[in-house]
């Protein structure tokens, strides 16, 4: 009786042993699973990595299924080794077809900022580029719907495509926009922009090569001021938004000249809003 409970014991320690190192494997294998971040954050088949955060590209295959009424493919968003992402316009047959990237994760209140260039030219006047920052909340049905900074006049050749910057609220229906008195023009050179989303306004600024600098602020509607008639008003915002980057040709069977289009995106930064103090 005696040797035998000794056997027990000793062959129950050998199991738990057992046990544990198999515990110790399962969960070693397991943590290849979770999803990494800051810099150990890595690229899957289906994403990309830029400015450290997780994109999705998207692919379109139906006209119906695009925000913007045009196709987008994978293949129009590049990784470029300098960590900055280029969006192509590009013809394959008979169909253009455009880059779109959409961070994997949902954002708040705070300043989301980037940098921008055309590749060659002047940028096409046919062509569309938007940083839109999107509630993504259901059931919203009064205030800030998206917001963002668009490169998109779909105008004749000899006119230039211009920076506005834009704001769709469901309470009015309809998108306001505001443009700079001095037309804000894509170039070679990279031009910063910034837009702030906070509980009580929104704030926009740019700054392109040559000093030229221009920002706006959008105020909450019950704090319009009656001497800035054109300022662009909403009634609220939430803090779960989502950041798209788009390439297209929204209102266009093809560019200007008929020529591939490339703007190369860089330094994505979003600042978190930690308090109600601001530099306003």
């Known amino acids: 009786m005696i040797i035998n409970f000794y056997q027990r014991i000793k062959s129950s320690i050998v199991y738990c042993v057992l046990l544990a190192a198999t515990m110790i494997f399962i969960v070693s294998c397991g ?14 088949s289906d994403d990309i990595i830029f400015s450290n955060y997780r994109w999705t590209s998207k692919e379109t295959k139906n006209i119906a299924d695009s925000r913007y009424f ?12 300098d960590g900055s992402i280029k969006l192509q316009l590009v013809k394959k047959g008979d169909t253009w077809y455009g880059g779109e990237i959409t961070l994997d994760s ?12 055309v590749e060659s030219g002047q940028f096409d006047a046919n062509a569309a580029f938007e940083f839109t920052v999107l509630n993504i909340i259901d059931n919203l049905y009064e205030g800030m719907t998206q917001t963002g900074i668009r490169f998109n006049k779909y105008s004749d050749k000899s006119a230039p495509n211009e920076m506005e910057y834009f704001l769709y609220a469901t309470d009015k229906k309809f998108a306001e926009v505001q ?3 001095t037309p804000f023009l894509l170039s070679g ?5 910034k837009i702030g989303i906070f509980p009580n306004y929104l704030f926009y ?16 509607k019950s704090e319009a001021v009656p001497d800035i008639p054109d ?13 798209i980057m788009s390439l297209c040709l929204p209102e266009s069977n093809e560019t200007s000249d008929g020529q591939k289009v490339e703007v190369t995106v860089r330094n994505f930064k979003y600042t978190p809003h930690i308090s109600d103090y601001t530099h306003f």
Do not use: M, Q, R, W
């Open 106 to 117: 949902a954002l708040g209140f705070g300043e989301y900022s980037f940098e921008i260039k």
């Open 189 to 193: 050179l990279y031009s910063s922009h």
């Open 231 to 243: 300022a662009i008003t909403f009634s609220e915002s939430t803090d779960n938004l989502k950041v």
């Open 179 to 181: 443009t700079p008195d």
């Open 205 to 220: 600024s740019s700054k392109g090569g040559g000093g030229f600098y221009n920002e706006f602020k959008a105020l909450k």
């Open 31 to 44: 943590e290849d699973d979770v999803e990494p971040t800051g810099d150990e954050i890595k690229s899957t």
């Open 70 to 81: 045009c196709l987008t493919s994978k293949e129009n968003v590049k990784l470029n080794d």
